[in-house]
């Protein structure tokens, strides 16, 4: 059995307890997305003193609006010429500002699914609190010595040789975790160009996986030692999930 850490972003609150039998894919933690208030400026909308706005009002303290009600309206002359503010989100007027001409909505969402943290592996819970759930699982799991990116599954690749040739780098390493030795940055930069979903290598540069989080690539990079690229080999084609924020790599 392997313990595999899962450390929780703040926010995140578990789903979980001590001694929870886990399925791979279930959901662990979770986060509720809080909602923002928005200030619809109504008065310089309408072209309106401020203290008149109150009557094109068509939603008072406390009310709900939907996306695409009628927040304020103006009459123009004989029922023509109006103008109208339509609501861009859904939620509830919390403030009128009679002195600025200003209507403060706090959006909802009760409608938005939270955002999940999920178990990569079966297993079993052996520690949770706010900040980390510890997973024990007869997964082996690896400890990388450097990561950077997301956390994903996929297929290994394995590309063989001491340096990973920038010409052996194919079409095949798309929708793939590609292994290998040791890796420059350009052979990288060309297989997340032919969509590989991550590389797994014992040497990459450590000035070349900043130069990555730099330039915004997501895409999990990690290193690993020795022993363990020799363990990692035995599965080629199979599946394997990379989590760069633990610095782990779990044989599937």
């Known amino acids: 059995m392997t313990l595999l850490p899962v450390l929780l972003p703040e926010g995140y609150a578990p789903t979980v307890s001590v001694n929870d039998k886990l399925t791979a894919g279930q959901v662990v933690a979770e986060k509720s997305e809080k909602g923002i208030e928005e200030i619809i400026h109504v008065s310089q909308i309408l072209g309106i ?3 008149k706005f109150i009557k094109t009002l068509k939603k008072h303290l406390g009310d709900g609006i939907q996306k695409g009600e009628v927040l304020a309206e103006t009459k123009g002359a004989l029922g023509f010429g109006g103008k109208k ?12 500002d009679e002195e600025t001409g200003d209507v403060l909505i706090h959006t909802a969402t009760a409608n938005k699914a939270p955002v999940t943290i999920v178990s990569p592996v079966e297993g079993t819970v052996d520690f949770c609190n706010n900040d980390k759930i510890v ?4 997964k082996e799991t690896l400890v990388a010595k450097d990561a950077k990116g997301d956390d994903l599954r996929g297929e290994l690749f394995v590309i063989e040789g001491e340096e990973v040739d920038f010409n052996r780098v194919t079409a095949g390493v798309s929708k793939k975790i590609v292994l290998g030795r ?10 997340f160009g032919l969509g590989a979903l991550g590389v797994v290598g014992i040497q990459i540069r450590k000035g070349d996986l900043e130069d990555l989080e730099e330039k915004g690539i997501k895409s999990p990079v990690l290193t690993i030692g020795e022993e363990d690229f020799k363990k990692v080999l035995k599965h080629r084609d199979e599946q394997v999930y990379l989590d760069p924020k633990n610095k782990a790599l779990v044989i599937l």
């Open 49 to 51: 003193n401020s203290k």
């Open 85 to 96: 503010i339509i609501s861009e989100f859904s939620g509830t007027v919390i403030k009128i």
């Open 135 to 138: 997973i024990k699982t007869e």
């Open 182 to 191: 040791n890796f420059e940055k350009g052979v990288i930069f060309k297989a």
